[in-house]
């Protein structure tokens, strides 16, 4: 080691002495020689040295050695021309600029940075004038304290919400144009929840397939940007179906809960609700009713619910409720009654009390059947008297009187 320490005095010696005389068998120095003296620059710039190790070697810059030499460091304007940059003819280079570590800058030692940084980063600047923010006020080393490195948003915003990274800021927010929003990839909706909160719980509650969907999928901007609100027909094409060329869908569909549709618009609703549900128009064309000449609305005021039928009629009788009524009547087709086999008679008799008192009345086992025994599944459809009881008088007395009602007068209060 001592050896080598001599060695090491002997060649810097060399170099301070022997460089520059007029010795002809004097050997010319090679960068190998320098990192002899030198190896604590030698090893910065074998680590962070940049181009600065890769395109030039240490005499490039240090063609002199002292004493005898005086030129022992360049200008950076001798290979740094300010005709080639902007940047290169910000004055006091070294202010921010190692040699040895070019790229590794250390903004602390001036008072401003930004006249030097926008000289190379034009950009940003240009980003900063034309969306102005408090960021276009301050200084670039508020944030770059050292090239090329950036402080982390949350060192200065508080985030949206748990566990957001810088990371994810970026994905909406630019740094030197923070405003508008911009989505740069998948933004998760999670990132939107935490400053919509109400709609993301309207969304989660009633969104139907929307739920299943992004909110940037919709939202490919933000406010105050313009075109926030997609139309309806990015996703729902015209040509697909007839409800979706109607047109005007916000009239009636909130996106968030598309299906829990508001009816009461005080417009008519008919053309609208057809388009997606022709089956009920059929309906009310073949067997035309009331109900045929109503708008939707007035029962459906909001899809897609519906009115109870005991809201506008009476029922049949005190014991009946909604779902009872809807067992025999049709709400599109009411007067095409069709009922079950277990239907109570009493359902029946609040139209026809009269048969129903006859029925209480008769001696005749008439008086033990349901009114659906003899009247089987559609209203009015009447059994024929041989279907039970075939005949049992004398083929003569049939023959004369083909209508059992002739003699027994009403099968609901029989007369033998």
């Known amino acids: 080691m001592k050896r080598v320490f001599c060695i090491g005095i002997l060649v810097c010696a060399w170099i301070a002495f022997g460089a520059g005389t007029g010795y002809s068998d004097t050997p010319p120095l090679a960068d190998r020689d320098c990192v002899k003296c030198h190896p604590a620059e030698a090893d910065e ?31 950076c304007a001798d290979c740094h021309s300010p005709q080639e940059s902007a940047h290169y003819a910000v004055d006091k280079c ?5 040699p040895h570590a070019p790229l590794e800058t250390d903004f602390s030692k001036i008072d401003s940075a930004k006249a030097a ?3 190379c980063h034009a950009e940003p600047q240009e980003q900063m004038k034309t969306h102005p923010t408090a ?31 810088a990371a994810d800021c970026r994905l909406c927010h630019k740094p030197h144009r923070p405003k508008p929003l911009v989505y740069d990839g998948a933004v998760s909706s999670r990132l939107c929840s935490p400053c919509h909160d109400d709609t993301i719980s309207v969304l989660d509650e009633k969104g139907g397939a929307h739920k299943e969907l992004e909110c940037t999928d919709c939202h490919q901007k933000h406010p105050p940007d313009t075109g926030v609100m997609p139309e309806c027909e990015q996703c729902h094409a015209r040509e697909d179906s007839p409800h979706y060329a109607v047109g005007q869908c916000a009239g009636c569909h909130n996106p968030h809960s598309p299906a829990d549709t508001p009816m009461s618009r005080g417009e008519p609703t008919k053309s609208v609700c057809l388009s997606c549900h022709p089956e009920p128009g059929k309906q009310m064309q073949s067997a035309p009713s009331a109900h045929a000449d109503m708008d939707c609305a007035e029962c459906h005021t909001r899809h897609p619910e519906s009115a109870l039928c005991t809201d506008c009629h009476e029922p049949h009788s005190r014991a009946m409720e909604n779902a009872d ?13 069709v009922y079950a086999d277990d239907t109570p008679s009493d359902f029946c008799t609040g139209c026809h009390a009269a048969e129903g008192v006859k029925l209480e009345r008769t001696s005749a086992k008439h008086k033990d059947l349901a009114c659906v025994y003899c009247h089987k599944e559609r209203h009015r459809s009447v059994f024929d008297c041989g279907v039970c009881h075939g005949e049992p008088h004398d083929f003569k007395l049939h023959a004369k009187y083909p209508k059992c009602v002739t003699c027994h007068k009403d099968a609901h209060a029989l007369v033998r």
């Open 45 to 75: 710039i074998d680590a962070r040295g940049a181009s600065h190790k890769t395109e030039i070697g240490c005499l490039d810059c240090h063609p002199q050695h002292p004493p005898i030499g005086q030129t022992t460091v360049l200008s």
């Open 325 to 337: 009524c809807i067992r025999c009547h049709k709400p599109h087709i009411p007067k095409e009654v």
């Open 94 to 98: 070294l202010d921010c600029h190692k």
């Open 117 to 119: 940084c926008v000289s």
């Open 135 to 165: 960021h276009a006020d301050m200084d670039c080393k508020e944030c770059h304290a050292q090239h090329p490195q950036s402080a982390s948003c949350v060192d200065c915003h508080e985030p949206h919400g748990d566990n957001m990274t």
